[in-house]
């Protein structure tokens, strides 16, 4: 049997633990559910919509982490709601979502779309929060290999670069693509990626850098530990 692509790897898993999430109770009718961003979580969201257009479930109300999967809800004709809306109330039954890297702990990156604000106030006011990836997530630690992203106010980069540099971070502002300048993320921040030489604790730096003057958010989620689905290049697909 041929192995799977990373392309398909995702469109697996997305599939995957939608149906299986059905199947055991933790998607239903009338539920809050967080849509997350980016090229693993999208299958998720189709097949989402795939389920409401069969019918298996209806009245579906979603929050959506980003403008990109806002839009690909309104296409797919789900409908999207603030989590500050009187029906959500500031918290969701279930999100979904996809990540950069996953330790064996199940704590995550997240951010390489540049939505990790929004990614965690749905993941943290989550009562279960699903994450899908494929098999190059599944990395052994964090802080080496994926960037952690961190969201800054503009005004406070150069005084930020100086304190996550102290801390042994390699600090880069992202660049857009096909964009002159930094990325700007839906917010109006900057993205600063950071990369160390050696593993790092992340749940300790989610509460250290998250104190500092200027930073709006840090892409270590670690608060919310996950239910995970990894595709693996042999079909089979992973909870962990």
């Known amino acids: 049997m041929a192995e799977l692509s990373q392309a398909e790897q995702k469109k697996l898993v997305g599939a995957y633990a ?3 999430l059905l199947e055991e109770g933790l998607i239903f009718s009338g539920m809050k559910i967080g ?6 979580a999208m299958p998720a969201v189709e097949r989402l919509a795939y389920h409401l257009k069969a019918g298996t ?4 109300k979603a929050v959506s982490t980003s403008f990109q999967t806002t839009i690909a809800c309104e296409k797919l004709g789900i409908p999207v709601y603030s989590m500050n809306a009187a029906v ?11 990540a950069d890297e996953i ?3 199940n704590n995550l990156i997240k951010g390489g779309g540049a939505a990790l604000l929004l990614e965690k106030i749905v993941a943290y006011n989550a009562k279960q929060f699903v994450v899908v990836a494929d098999s190059s997530k599944d990395v052994p630690h964090l802080g080496t290999g994926f960037a952690l992203p961190v969201e800054i106010v503009a005004e ?9 540099e102290a801390l042994g971070a390699q600090c880069t502002l992202r660049e857009g693509i096909r964009k002159a300048g930094p990325v700007v993320t839906d917010n109006g921040n900057l993205i600063l990626d950071l990369l160390w030489k050696e593993p790092v604790d992340a749940a300790a730096l989610e509460n250290t850098i998250k104190a500092m003057v200027g930073v709006v958010e840090v892409g270590f989620f670690t608060k919310n530990k996950p239910r995970c689905y990894i595709a ?5 697909v992973t909870q962990r």
């Open 156 to 164: 406070a980069r150069s005084s930020l670069v100086r304190q996550l």
């Open 18 to 20: 939608v149906d299986k």
């Open 103 to 105: 330790s064996p702990e």
């Open 35 to 40: 849509l997350g961003t980016g090229s693993t």
């Open 57 to 60: 479930i209806k009245d579906i």
């Open 232 to 236: 693996r290049n042999d079909g089979s």
């Open 88 to 98: 959500i109330g500031g918290q969701l039954d279930l999100a979904i979502d996809g």
